[in-house]
């Protein structure tokens, strides 16, 4: 299950392309304010400096995220250098311990091996990392160094991590997840993008999502003369 499950995701990572150049079904050419995106009523500071910064607000709890993960990837490889993306997790439902694992992979340079690891334990394997103990249980399946581990997780260092997320919330007035916000200014999500369309996939969702964030990227690349 688990090799099929990661040879879907890489599938869908090397075609998320070739579907969007093949056309965003539910997705508008020209999203509108307040429509397919938010404007947020007091602009973010950013730390992207004269690139555009992205966020994804998400959850390893989310199945949506879970769904979208693989097409974000692939949108992510083709922005090149004009972007700087980051993600936070979200601690709603009182998931402390995932955002944790987020934070402690993220200060010990995992992610690029175990983010993905990480939704395939709770969607796959079923391990909810709700307490330290799921945490720990998927540390020791995943071949994380566990005492590195444990020291990191219990650290102040994952605790200011945890704080900076809960006040990004809290700023961005995240109330769902999966959730986009470009350059500290503009909000979208999956379900945002095709609000003026009738019922649609999760595919074409995630499709539509990835259009509205290109085309706010576009935007803000021409006020900052980007190429």
Not at 47 to 59: D, L, R, Y
Not at 108 to 137: C, I, P
């Amino acid at each position: 299950m688990q090799i099929r499950r990661q040879f879907f995701r890489k599938t869908l990572m090397l075609g998320a392309g070739l579907l969007l150049a093949a056309g965003a079904i539910a997705a508008p050419n020209t999203p509108k304010a307040g429509v397919e995106y938010k404007v947020l009523g007091k602009p973010q500071p950013t730390e992207a400096g004269k690139k555009i910064e992205v966020i994804e607000f998400f959850g390893y709890f989310c199945p949506h995220c879970n769904a979208l993960d693989p097409m974000l990837e692939a949108w992510l490889k083709k922005q090149g250098d004009k972007i700087v993306f980051k993600r936070v997790h979200v601690g709603f439902h009182g998931l402390t311990n995932q955002q944790k694992l987020y934070a402690t992979l993220d200060i010990m340079g995992k992610l690029g091996t175990h983010h993905v690891k990480a939704f395939n334990a709770y969607h796959v394997e079923r391990n909810r990392l709700q307490s330290e103990a799921d945490v720990m249980k998927f540390v020791a399946a995943s071949g994380l160094d566990q005492q590195k581990f444990k020291e990191v997780f219990n650290s102040f260092g994952v605790t200011g991590k945890i704080g900076r997320y809960n006040q990004l919330l809290n700023d961005y007035q995240i109330d769902s997840v999966p959730t986009i916000a470009i350059d500290g200014r503009f909000v979208t999500s999956p379900v945002q993008a095709v609000s003026t369309i009738g019922r649609v996939t999760e595919d074409e969702q995630n499709r539509a999502v990835l259009v509205v964030m290109d085309q706010l990227v576009n935007m803000v690349a021409k006020e900052k003369g980007l190429k």
